[in-house]
């Protein structure tokens, strides 16, 4: 069954903004999880708690001081796939850059390679069937160790923090925990190669960046728009927000479609098109709202220092066989929905 959804970019921004009739305050994933993300699965009041102790480890300043590290890791990921003629830059390339800024953000580098084993999705990390021990064994470990070190990591700032003078409980420290894991990297990941497979066959909007002609960051607005890496989220109805979570039927909640806002035709002209050089791009790649994406910032900063070294190399590179794309069709417009495999050769 089809679920109510809400597409154009104006009704899209009226709904996120209306947290009494669309609400957030749902369960997902219940065959993998019984507990709430945070902040992503409650509302305002309580939202603005979770938020505001989060907001600390994803303020703008904070993020643009890492930027010298992830640029290292760039130049580090970009050299050995040089030296290796290529690859999959997906699995190569993004993925590690992802996942090993995060481990630079959450001050984490030494649980890097336990994250890179899980794959593009946590919930299938072990095996095709979606499971949620990998994670919360994973989880549990690092809750113990914050709570018995002092360690200067996110994990030890989640979970030693009060709100109104008692500590945050395991509950809560997944709540949060989960999502920062799980919200910051096939996003990303996606949206990294989704700019790298365009740029690739655009080599007048490569030199139109290296030129300066268009600002990168104008053209990163319209990668997000274009290549929308969270395509939807749910939102509960009134009818249905007295029910328990047992009782509630996912099939009714109400589907915020950010993707097909950001393709709405009335809101953009061509929206089929990627074009660098639209003006002001009012997306909602990140949603909008209270609960527009914390990571924001994380996102611009790690796709603005990785394409600034691509620019440079992108003109010697190829595909090597077309590139694994699964489409997303909506009513006016069709574009990349994931992609798997860039077959790149570099030289
Ligand atoms: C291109 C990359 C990203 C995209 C497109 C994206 C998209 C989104 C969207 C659309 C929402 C709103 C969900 C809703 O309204 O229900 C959201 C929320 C959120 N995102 Fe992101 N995200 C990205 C990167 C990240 C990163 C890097 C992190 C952290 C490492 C992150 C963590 C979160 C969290 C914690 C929330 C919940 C915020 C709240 O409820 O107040 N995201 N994201």
Known sequence: MKHPR??????????????????????????????????????????????????????KPRIQSLQPQFDEIAAHILAEFEQSNGGNFVEDVATPYVVTCLGVIFNRPQDVSEWLAWGPDVWTADGPTRDGTRLHTYLAAAYQEALHTSNDDAWS???????????????????????????????????????????????????????????IRNAIQEFLRYFSPLPSMFRVGTDQQHLSDSERNPDQFIEIAFAEANHDPTAFEHPERIDIRRGKINHVAFGFGPHTCIGNHIAEIETLTILQQLLAKLSSWTLRTPANLTMMQTQHSQFPASIHVLDIATR
């Not at 669309?22 to 699965?41: I, N």
């Not at 700032?157 to 409980?169: G, H, P, W």
């Not at 990941?189 to 300066?212: C, F, M, N, R």
Request: net charge negative.
């Open 157 to 215: 700032y989640l979970a030693k923090y009060q709100i109104a003078q008692r500590t945050i409980t395991f509950e809560e420290f997944k709540g949060m925990s989960s999502v920062m894991l799980a919200g910051g990297r096939d996003t990303v990941i996606k949206l990294i190669s989704g700019a790298t497979w365009h740029l690739l066959q655009s080599p007048e909007d490569v030199q139109a960046l290296q030129s300066g002609e268009v600002d």
């Open 6 to 59: 809400i597409s154009t970019l104006h009704d899209v921004k009226s709904a996120l903004r209306n947290t009494q009739e669309f609400s957030s305050d749902l369960q997902g994933d219940r065959d993998v999880r019984d507990y709430r993300q945070l902040p992503l699965e409650i509302d305002p009041p309580q939202h603005h708690t979770y938020r505001t102790l989060l907001s600390e480890l994803f303020v």
